[in-house]
């Protein structure tokens, strides 16, 4: 995901103080968002997204006592969770997703918190996707674009304010809502993951109304496929992704048929209920094409009935035993195990 | 918006360390939103909501040079801005709204430059709103109304992150993704605005496609109709609020028949070419039921063709200015007019 200079950005209302924009600050991203991703997953071996959503009543026992009870601690506390789920699963899993509401809700110092957090994620060298559902129009959605997957105006320069690969955002203001964010990941080697068919009951009650015969998710996918096939890496799959839950597993498969070459993020899986039979639609031949999320089935995996007697105190070694059984769970029914037969492992 | 204790909320895993939840911090507001909202449009004598957007670029000659070249530097300068504009409009208009996006471009030091403005404008008596377009399930979507509406778990008890009033949301994921919001918003005397038709060109792509003989806004609407109805105060208006563009006339009309008691956050006018003329369907017999939002037109008054002569170098003047124009502009063409004949005015 490095830069390289040489293209002028076109953001002319960029230019503050009237200073030319000093074109080797452009980004023209060496490696697309797509390519760069499932070479990732091959690398690692699986399609796991690990999500950090924290809850302070979620964390291991004991946690929290060491943290000052005010709300810079509990910021703190989440952060150092985080992190300490990005050590056990830094070598295991190709990809980690932030909820950014269960940070916002400490306010300025649970943002610094994700902010830290993500950077920690991308130093180890995950790939980073900010769960943010972000929309807005024109230069409101591009602030929200720039923010997350490109650089802010500063002095004479643009700087890059956050350190994430990738950025979910929600489709419900169209195409002037959308742009921003392809035309920055474009120029950034960034990607985004837009809502189409969303995992929970209540998604029908607007996503399935029907248009001239097809869902509204249907109509939404078509768009979808439109802002996405300019921008296909050497992969076949382009920057712009899809968000498809995997409680349905019907509308999965008919909406990996209609959007080919389009990344999906698939939550769902465990504690919604979503199966690893039920995302196999979501993947390619290749076992490409898809990223599982697990959040609370991994982070709090100590919780579980059985992982007492088997980990102890050690709620990292919950957490690496969850995202093992995930990847042997989506390699039996899912051609996500053929990621296992590679020239690196010699199966 | 003040709150009194007895309600044990229900919150019930946000109890931390298995601590009982003290009761008197559980928070049922004595102040119903729509009735603290609209007592202060009668107030102010005007249904303004002044946007603050703030960008780099926009910002007066020479307000930069003040900072320094960094990150922090103009985050400050971004939050000296939006304080300089709440002492110009402080007792002009009720309400301000902040647009988070042009905040966290300059990611965690933008993110409390927006907390100390949120926290100075409502020092000063205006009613806030955080234009976030959050949207989100289950608990992430509680995370996010606890976030701005309501509280954080911290220790044993619940506190405020945020100082803000009512929070923008997107309604693509259905019940699920706002009932959260309108639980917490009721618990603590706070509102949301659900976006329905927004202002911008290509909202037609989803918005308007067709189900059933009516447009998917107008489904939408019925949606937010049902939301809103529990959740009226002695105003007859509900805490259940909605984003109504003021580019569409004739959508603004149908939706405001469609709508009674729901408040409308009215976009568009000014910068998107939206009139008086066209947002005065919003506007109950009593000049009631809607705010009107302008950003760029007031905090960038002094960009004006005529204003360097008008002003000189005296950008907060230009805001007043722009401020008192478009309230006699909407007392003209719409039912607010009738905001200035009241007891206190004598008028």
New interface residues.
Partial sequence: MLARGGSALEWP?????GATVNPSLGGIADVHFADGLFEAVRRVGNPICVGI?P???DLPPGF??RYP???P??ARALGDFGGAVIDAVGSLAPVVKF?A??Y?????E???AL?QTAQKARDRGLIVIMDG?????????E??A???LGR?????RF?P??SVDALTV????????IAPFVRVAAEEGKGLFI?DR??????????D????GRP?YR??AD?IAAWASPHRGTSGYSLVGAVVGATYPAELLELRLALPGVPFLVPGYGAQGGTAADVAPAFDPEGLGALVNNSRGITFAYGKPDARDRFGDDWQAAVVAAVEAMADDLARHTTAGRLRIGPSSGG
């Fill in positions: 209302h960029c230019k503050i103080r959503d809850r302070p009543e929290l006592d009870s005010d709300r601690g509990v909820q509401a269960f916002e809700v400490y306010g300025p649970g943002f610094l902010h559902k972000r929309n807005d129009i024109g230069s409101t959605a602030a929200y720039r923010a997350y802010a105006a500063v002095g004479d700087e304010s956050w929600n489709p419900y203001l169209g195409t002037d809502g809502l969303t995992s929970n009951a209540s998604a029908r009650e607007f996503q109304l029907v248009v001239d509204l109509h939404v768009r």
